[in-house]
């Protein structure tokens, strides 16, 4: 089954709502990274976290590892925010290729 | 600047066909992949490589084939494609020692008809 569940699928805010973005994991957690995709564009790391709570501008990651979950938490939104978010999970073994959750689609409007 | 470029970018093959979509990074990455992306599924991976010469099955091989003749380059290969292979594909680079540092190109958008 899905190792790596996105919730919610999509999100409608308006400009300066803030927004949380779940990311929960079946298997144990192993090297967590957000990555930000827009609209027909590649994939951009925004956070590698695999523990505890980091912040970078609006955004604000926190893994929580025995509960095998980590958020995304948009402050302030802004329409440069619209896009998809995908978590993703490193496999300990097969190259460490990361495992993807379906992402979710935010969109922003003013 | 170290950098991932797939081409080609976008492709429109015929049912049958033989479709190859190349990806070369700048990173000096041990490890190279080849994911898909499809609308529900997220990216799902169909071959890796450790290196220059190696080819690894991912989680959806079936229909493809992977060739990693140099450090720089590893080739997805499709010897006869299907409308069910229509997809985004994406190659990345990891260095592969656990420090998370993956470099995706921008995808090739492939229509099988």
């Known amino acids: 089954g899905q190792q790596v569940q996105q919730s919610p699928t999509s999100l409608v805010l308006q400009e300066g709502e803030n927004a949380e973005l779940q990311c929960n994991f079946s298997?144990?957690?192993?090297?967590m990274q957000w990555f930000y995709q827009r609209p027909g564009g590649s994939l951009i790391s925004v956070f590698y976290?695999?523990?505890g709570t980091k912040q970078s501008g609006r955004l604000t990651s926190t893994t929580v590892i025995k509960e095998r979950r980590s958020s995304l938490h948009i402050s302030s939104s802004q329409i440069t925010d619209s896009g998809t978010y995908l978590c993703?999970?490193?496999?300990?073994?097969?190259?460490?290729?990361?495992?993807f959750g379906t992402g979710t689609t935010v969109s922003v409007s003013p | 600047e170290a950098a991932v470029t797939q081409s080609p970018r976008n492709k429109v093959a015929v049912t049958g066909g033989k479709v190859t979509l190349s990806c070369n990074q700048t990173n000096n990455h041990n490890n190279m992949y080849w994911y898909r992306q499809d609308t529900g599924h997220g990216l799902r991976l169909i071959h890796y490589s450790y290196g220059a010469g190696s080819t690894e099955k991912g989680d959806i091989p079936d229909g493809y084939k992977a060739s990693r003749p140099s450090q720089e380059n590893f080739s997805l290969i499709l010897e006869l494609a299907t409308p069910s292979q229509t997809s985004v594909y994406f190659c990345?680079?990891?260095?592969?020692?656990?420090?998370?540092?993956?470099?995706f190109g921008s995808g090739t958008r492939l229509l099988v008809i």
């Open positions: 993703a999970m490193e496999q300990g073994t097969g190259g460490r290729a990361l495992i």
């Open positions: 990345a680079s990891g260095d592969g020692t656990g420090n998370s540092d993956y470099t």
């Open positions: 298997t144990s957690l192993n090297s």
């Open positions: 976290n695999p523990s």
